[in-house]
């Protein structure tokens, strides 16, 4: 899960780059202007590869949570890059508005990178809890008051 979320990010953050080169917000803060016919459609194409690819992860898991009834994390984040991407589609369209491409490019690397970080770190989690279960011995001594048994501790492990 964890190559395949990787794949995910690297796909998408390839496709995020010129996703924000052509953002009028970024340009408008770089002082630059490189606006050319067509390039809201190019943002188009980019921004639904990086939806469709690196969201799915997120939309699927929305599914899933809104399935069990508990709304979550992945619900949130499938709500934002969902609204952020038809509401810019329909920008694109003709609806007087902004572009939010870049930003919802930028929001799915972001969640990718943050659910990679997490999934590594539950296995080192798992991991460092299967050695210490390793450590413990097959036998414990039990004392109670001048009395001591041995019990075996096996069905723990």
Do not use: C
């Not at 970024?26 to 190019?42: A, K, N, P, S, Y």
């Not at 080192?124 to 048994?149: C, F, I, Q, R, Y």
Request: aromatic share 8%.
């Amino acid at each position: 899960m964890v190559a395949d979320y990787r794949r995910r990010l690297w796909g998408s953050a390839l496709l995020t780059i010129p996703i924000v080169v052509l953002s009028p917000m970024v340009q408008e803060i770089l002082g630059v202007r490189w606006t050319f016919q067509g390039d809201t459609w190019i943002q188009l194409a980019l921004s639904t590869a990086v939806f469709a690819f690196g969201g799915w992860p997120f939309l699927q898991g929305s599914l899933g949570e809104l399935r069990q009834g508990a709304p979550g994390m992945m619900t949130l984040i499938a709500v934002a890059i969902t609204s952020a991407y038809l509401y810019s589609t329909a920008v694109v369209l003709g609806l007087a508005g902004m572009l939010f491409y870049w930003e919802l490019a930028t929001l799915i690397d972001i969640m990718l990178l943050g659910h990679i970080i997490e999934m590594r770190s539950v296995m080192a989690t798992s991991n460092a809890l299967e050695l210490l279960v390793k450590l413990m011995p097959d036998e414990a001594h039990l004392v109670h008051g001048d009395h001591m048994m041995d019990v075996k501790v096996a069905s723990l492990k």
